[in-house]
Nanobody, 120 residues
Framework: QVQLVESGGGLVQAGGSLRLSCAAS????????LGWFRQAPGKEREFVAS?????YYAASVKGRFTISRDNAKNTVYLQMNSLKPEDTAVYYC????????????????WGQGTQVTVSA
């Protein structure tokens, strides 16, 4: 498994930006698919973005969020721009082997989560 630690969450006004970071250790980082998921109160955990050799996004964040990875630093980032109140959630970093997936059940390593709150 991969050990993951997220940082960078916080409170921001609508229209603002935040950058989340996820530092990884353990299993080979470069061969892992990295993903970001989020979970709002009372809702299921949902896919946000993932990166392998390409990037993939949920429709709700495409054009506003950017996922990237720095293999030299074993870190994956989520740049979030034009934030909306509906983006408010706990954001989780996740890792898996093999092919990309937007299903949380396919990921075998998870961080502890970081809270993102967007005020109207």
């Amino acid at each position: 498994q991969v050990q993951l630690v997220e940082s960078g969450g916080g409170l921001v006004q609508a229209g603002g930006s935040l950058r989340l970071s996820c530092a990884a250790s353990g299993r080979a980082f470069t061969s892992s698919v990295l993903g970001w998921f989020r979970q709002a109160p009372g809702k299921e955990r949902e896919f946000v973005a993932s990166v392998s050799w390409a990037t993939y996004y949920a429709a709700s964040v495409k054009g506003r969020f950017t996922i990237s990875r720095d293999n030299a630093k074993n870190t994956v980032y989520l740049q979030m721009n034009s934030l909306k109140p509906e983006d408010t959630a706990v954001y989780y970093c996740a890792a898996k082997r093999g092919v990309v997936s937007d299903y949380a059940r396919d990921y075998d390593s998870w961080g502890q989560g970081t809270q993102v709150t967007v005020s109207a």
